[in-house]
């Protein structure tokens, strides 16, 4: 259970990690404006929600082990 | 299929996904070259097209498993139907909100209902009714047996899906990997999208083996209680 939770928390902040990455990418592009920042910002909301979904769904199961581990211990 | 061997499948699925999603996100955004004409924005499509084929492949699982479940009625196989029903709502949901924050940026608009877009959110709206009919029958048993024709039906929507851009005129991209003539994509493309869905696959693979193994020790756990209950005994 916590190394499910401990997974997921890694996840999340890899995915930080990818906006970041996003971000060195569309300001270091040549030409980089206002145009090209918005693009990022698009790319980074949709890596960031597929992530934070499967996020949701990995810990939408931890919890349901969790009930089943208390259970048990009953 | 015991516990532990679901365990242990999920173990390595999950660490082999996240390794795999570490590499596709650095090919994605420091190693594949940029799109000539959408620039950036293109790199959605790495985890766009990946989500979609995942998706299909969870409810290629459902029906699959759900068909079996109506003909021989053993009960793993609608715990497998639900759990990988669950995984392909949420990657249709991934497809479904990646693919407006690119169309706004290619297209001009976040969402125009031409047949591929529209199908694809009927599928969404199909498995959501899986759980709607399950949850809504008072006999457990005859839920979950409506619910696999459900699961059944929503599938043939998948093919219909994939050939909508090429029987329809379409504002939606036609295939670029699954051609005739062979994949049109840069080489470098190629190797990201195939890494990147490796990596959804086996993430998904993990998630549902672990959702999968909950749901069969509950409903063991339930039976078991039941059975003490009625004092009939335990079933082992």
Known sequence: MTRVVASGLALFVFMLLVGGATEAVAQTAPGASAASMRHFWHVFAAYAVAWLLILGWLFSVARRIGRLERRLDR | MSLKTIRWGAGIAGVLGVGLALLFHWQVFFWVPTEASMGIVQRIFYVHVPAAWVGFFAFFIVALCSAVYLWLGE??????????????????????????????????????????????????????????????????????????????????????????????????????????????????????????????????????????????????????DSARESGKGVPV
Do not use: C
Request: aromatic share 12%; proline share 5%.
């Open chain 2, 75 to 224: 009960e793993r196989l609608d715990i497998a139907a639900v759990s990988a029903a669950e995984g392909g709502i949420l990657f249709t949901t991934i497809v479904l909100i990646s693919g407006p924050l690119w169309a706004k940026l290619a297209w001009g608009t976040w969402w125009t209902w031409e047949p591929r877009l529209t199908l694809t959110l009927l599928l969404w709206f199909i498995y959501v009714g899986y759980f709607l009919v399950r949850s809504s029958s008072e006999n457990e048993r005859t839920g979950r047996r409506l619910a696999a024709v459900v699961g059944i039906v929503g599938a043939l929507n998948i093919p219909l899906i994939h050939m909508s851009v090429l029987w329809f005129r379409s504002l939606h991209p036609q295939p670029v990997v699954l051609r005739t003539d062979g994949p049109s994509l840069h080489p470098d493309m190629l190797v990201t999208l195939m890494t990147a869905l490796a990596s959804f696959t086996l993430v998904f693979l993990a998630i549902f083996l672990v959702r999968y193994g909950a749901e069969r020790l509950e409903r063991e756990l339930r039976a078991h």
